[in-house]
């Protein structure tokens, strides 16, 4: 069964602290990875991962993608409290089609105190 | 550009009531998905449509849940009877053209939540 695995579930942390997240994934026909951002209303999309060792950057945002580890990691650097949040990984499969399936994991909940 | 839009926002019905949710994908989508997020869970798919057709609906459960996009355009999610189990945050999506995210990532609308008591 495809699965898509964060780590850690919750994390609290002060401002100006740097955190990682972790994204674990058994997909069949891997296709590309996307992070999305949650607050209290909808999922808003941070990135979207397709090759190896490709660091992808937002501001004080990263994400990278291990293809042969099968995992990606989200970096942010100096949090802010507007970053508390939860961080959705979410991984598309190729159906035999273009029109791939997205397989979401839990959520990271992050909590950035002042 | 406007975003997904969703209604109601909220709604708290009974068990074995019905319930339908609306959706209006950003303009020029023609892909259309509805997700169940149940709490301290990620989105869970439970149908996608390319434009008023049905591509996948393997994980919805066809014997209380039903959804149609008429005119390729807005959406519909019904469930009838609701159980307990059914509360949640029912998230509509869409993207571009072939709705697949290697093309264009999902834009999410800001949901509906459902409280079945």
């Known amino acids: 069964e495809d699965k898509v695995v964060q780590s850690p579930l919750s994390l609290v942390v002060h401002e100006g602290d740097t955190v990682t997240l972790n994204c674990s994934y058994e997909v069949t026909n891997f296709r590309s990875l996307l992070w999305y951002k949650q607050e209290k209303k909808a999922p808003t999309f941070l990135f979207m991962l397709?090759?190896?060792?490709i660091e992808k950057k937002s501001g004080r945002l990263s994400s990278i993608l291990d293809k042969k580890e099968l995992f990606s990691i989200l970096n942010i650097t100096a949090t802010q409290t507007g970053d508390s949040a939860i961080y959705l990984c979410a991984v598309e499969a190729d159906r035999g089609s273009t029109l791939g399936r997205l397989y979401f994991g839990r959520g990271t909940q992050l909590t950035v105190w002042p | 550009e406007a975003g997904v839009a969703q209604s109601p926002r909220y709604k708290i019905i009974e068990k074995r009531q019905s319930v339908a949710f609306w959706c209006n994908p950003i303009s020029g989508h023609a892909t259309l998905y509805w997700y169940q997020q149940i709490l301290g869970q990620g989105p869970k798919l439970l149908i996608q449509f390319q434009n008023n057709g049905v591509v996948d609906d393997s994980q919805l459960p066809k014997d209380r849940f039903s959804a149609e996009r008429l005119k390729g355009v807005d959406s519909t999610l019904k469930i009838q009877p609701a159980k307990l189990e059914d509360s949640a945050v029912y998230l509509c999506?869409?993207?571009?053209?072939?709705?697949?995210?290697?093309?264009?990532?999902?834009?999410f609308g800001n949901g509906t939540r459902l409280t079945v008591t």
């Open positions: 397709t090759s190896s060792g």
């Open positions: 999506a869409s993207s571009l053209l072939r709705g697949s995210s290697y093309n264009s990532p999902l834009h």
